[in-house]
């Protein structure tokens, strides 16, 4: 059975290292297919591989000079660190409330599923939001132009990139908060909204989810090992997702530099495809 997590892991990751959808989001619902652990546990599976993978990921991007986005990154992090924490303490109010942990998982589970939908259709339809915000980019640009006041030119540029600083802060939090609380990780919505709502292109969005999901998860993790540590959860498996986690990482790294973008949304959009059935399939069990 051992071998079974550790491909849950690697192939996960693999995919989830290319396309920016960082794994977590194939692990949670194929490890409640699976019905062999509780959902703390599975959070806490999830969260050590993702987190394995994107060490390794974010090692090799930097190694081979992927740039990110200076200050807009640094923020972005901040925010998913303090998400982690949030989504983590969301988490254990939410299975306080429930206490059940068929129906907890049912309820994350249609979360997911009409998540995961959203995200899908969003992604499929880039072309047509693309060209809707390029209009209205320029609607507002012939506002600005007309209403110029040369004199507060600076004053306005250092308002307008403290607010774009802010907004990726704030971004951060939200992204942070959902994978944590879902522990999925969190790539598809973190790659939707870098895409449509920062205006990065697929591979950049890709590389800069995987950096959400290193901070976030990592956050997520010291939480848990400041609080109630890992005892309570059942880790037998552990060390065979850790080792899929890692080798997804080089293995997703790898294929990345080697896949061009078209490709990259293939992959994604089939990825979507079989997680949101995975999700069904959970929520009519």
Same mark, same amino acid.
């Given at each position: 059975?051992?071998?079974?997590?550790?491909?849950?892991?690697?192939?996960?990751?693999?995919?989830?290292?290319?396309?920016?959808?960082?794994?977590?989001?194939? *692990?949670?619902? @194929?490890?409640?297919?699976?019905?062999?652990?509780?959902?703390?546990?599975?959070?806490?599976? =999830?969260? +050590?591989?993702?987190?394995?993978?994107?060490?390794?990921?974010?090692?090799?991007?930097?190694?081979?000079?992927?740039?990110?986005?200076?200050?807009?990154?640094?923020?972005?992090?901040? !925010?998913?660190?303090?998400?982690?924490?949030?989504?983590?303490?969301?988490?254990?109010?939410?299975?306080?409330?429930?206490?059940?942990?068929?129906?907890?998982?049912?309820?994350?589970?249609?979360?997911?599923?009409?998540?995961?939908?959203?995200?899908?259709?969003?992604?499929?339809? &880039?072309?047509?939001?693309?060209?809707?915000?390029?209009?209205?980019? &320029?609607?507002?640009?012939? @506002?600005?132009?007309?209403?110029?006041?040369?004199?507060? &030119?600076?004053?306005?540029?250092?308002?307008?990139?403290?607010?774009?600083?802010?907004? +990726?802060?704030?971004?951060?939090? @939200?992204?942070?908060? *959902?994978? /944590?609380?879902?522990?999925?990780?969190? !790539?598809?919505?973190?790659? @939707?909204?870098?895409?449509?709502?920062?205006?990065?292109?697929?591979?950049? /969005?890709?590389?800069?989810?995987?950096?959400?999901?290193?901070?976030?998860?990592?956050?997520?993790?010291? /939480?848990?090992?400041?609080?109630?540590?890992?005892?309570?959860?059942?880790? &037998?498996?552990?060390?065979?997702?850790?080792?899929?986690?890692? =080798? !997804?990482?080089?293995?997703? =790294?790898?294929?990345?530099?080697?896949?061009?973008?078209?490709?990259?949304?293939?992959?994604?959009? +089939?990825?979507?495809?079989?997680?949101?059935?995975?999700?069904?399939?959970?929520?009519?069990?």
């Amino acid at each position: 059975m051992s071998i079974v997590y550790f491909l849950v892991g690697l192939v996960s990751t693999t995919v989830g290292a290319i396309s920016g959808l960082g794994g977590g989001v194939i *692990i949670k619902p @194929v490890l409640d297919t699976l019905g062999n652990y509780s959902l703390p546990t599975i959070g806490v599976l =999830s969260s +050590f591989t993702v987190f394995s993978m994107s060490i390794v990921s974010l090692g090799k991007s930097l190694k081979n000079k992927v740039k990110l986005e200076g200050k807009k990154t640094i923020c972005l992090a901040t !925010g998913s660190i303090l998400g982690g924490f949030i989504g983590k303490y969301f988490f254990f109010i939410y299975l306080k409330v429930i206490n059940n942990n068929i129906i907890a998982q049912k309820l994350q589970s249609i979360i997911l599923f009409l998540l995961m939908f959203i995200v899908l259709l969003l992604y499929i339809n &880039e072309k047509k939001i693309n060209a809707y915000k390029i209009k209205t980019k &320029e609607r507002k640009n012939n @506002v600005y132009n007309l209403n110029d006041d040369r004199n507060n &030119e600076y004053g306005y540029d250092l308002q307008n990139n403290i607010k774009k600083l802010m907004k +990726f802060f704030i971004y951060g939090i @939200v992204l942070g908060s *959902i994978s /944590s609380f879902l522990g999925i990780g969190g !790539g598809p919505l973190n790659v @939707v909204v870098l895409m449509y709502l920062l205006d990065m292109d697929v591979k950049k /969005s890709a590389i800069h989810s995987i950096f959400i999901i290193f901070f976030s998860q990592g956050s997520k993790l010291l /939480s848990i090992l400041l609080g109630e540590g890992f005892g309570v959860y059942n880790l &037998e498996v552990l060390i065979y997702m850790i080792l899929g986690g890692v =080798s !997804g990482g080089f293995l997703g =790294s790898y294929f990345s530099n080697k896949i061009d973008k078209n490709k990259v949304k293939n992959i994604f959009i +089939f990825c979507m495809v079989i997680i949101i059935a995975f999700n069904f399939y959970n929520i009519v069990k």
